[in-house]
């Protein structure tokens, strides 16, 4: 075995894992999302919930601000589930993850799941150490081809 040539694959190799990795990430984070949101409803001080519907208020205040608190912690869960460097994109995922809640806005379930299923992966995708702009670009066009998509069935 030469020791010399023994280094790390290189980044194109790497890519698919990269990406379906991501994508693992985005599965997970909505989960978070809503753990921290029925967490944060449950705590919530009763004298601020309603009558009629109860701590429902409290639990879409918690789920608008979980929104922009998920994002944070998927750079930990990136690190653990080994893509590097994973603060690209855990930084880069809100530019996909924002125009997917916009185009989703107003459903729940399967396309909050999808969301981030979705963005994750763009942003792995974009963000590839090794990647060339021509390989970036096409990531950014497959991105707006999705959108596109979402608007036309939406």
Same mark, same amino acid.
């Given at each position: 075995?030469?020791?010399?040539?023994?280094?790390?694959?290189?980044?194109?190799?790497?890519?698919?894992?990269?990406?379906?990795? !991501?994508?693992?990430?985005?599965?997970?984070?909505?989960?978070? %999302?809503?753990?921290?949101?029925?967490?944060?409803?449950?705590?919530?001080?009763?004298?601020?919930?309603? %009558?009629?519907?109860?701590?429902?208020?409290?639990?879409? !205040?918690?789920?608008?601000?979980?929104?922009?608190?998920?994002?944070?912690?998927?750079?930990?869960?990136? %690190?653990?589930?080994?893509?590097? =460097?994973?603060? %690209?994109?855990?930084?880069?995922? =809100?530019?996909?993850?924002? =125009?997917?809640?916009?185009?989703?806005?107003?459903?729940?379930?399967?396309?909050?799941?999808?969301?981030?299923?979705?963005?994750?992966?763009? !942003?792995?995708?974009?963000?590839?150490?090794?990647?060339?702009?021509?390989?970036?670009?096409?990531?950014?066009?497959?991105?707006?081809?999705?959108?596109?998509?979402?608007?036309?069935?939406?």
């Amino acid at each position: 075995m030469d020791l010399a040539n023994a280094g790390p694959p290189n980044a194109a190799q790497r890519l698919p894992e990269r990406v379906v990795v !991501a994508g693992v990430a985005g599965a997970i984070l909505p989960f978070l %999302h809503l753990g921290w949101a029925l967490l944060a409803s449950a705590l919530a001080d009763e004298s601020q919930c309603g %009558h009629y519907f109860g701590c429902v208020g409290q639990f879409v !205040a918690a789920w608008e601000m979980g929104r922009w608190l998920v994002p944070v912690l998927a750079w930990p869960l990136l %690190h653990l589930l080994r893509v590097r =460097p994973a603060w %690209h994109v855990a930084l880069a995922a =809100p530019l996909f993850l924002v =125009p997917f809640w916009e185009l989703t806005a107003g459903s729940v379930g399967l396309l909050v799941v999808l969301s981030s299923v979705l963005a994750y992966p763009f !942003a792995a995708l974009v963000t590839a150490p090794g990647s060339s702009w021509r390989q970036r670009g096409l990531g950014v066009a497959l991105f707006l081809l999705v959108c596109g998509a979402l608007v036309l069935t939406g």
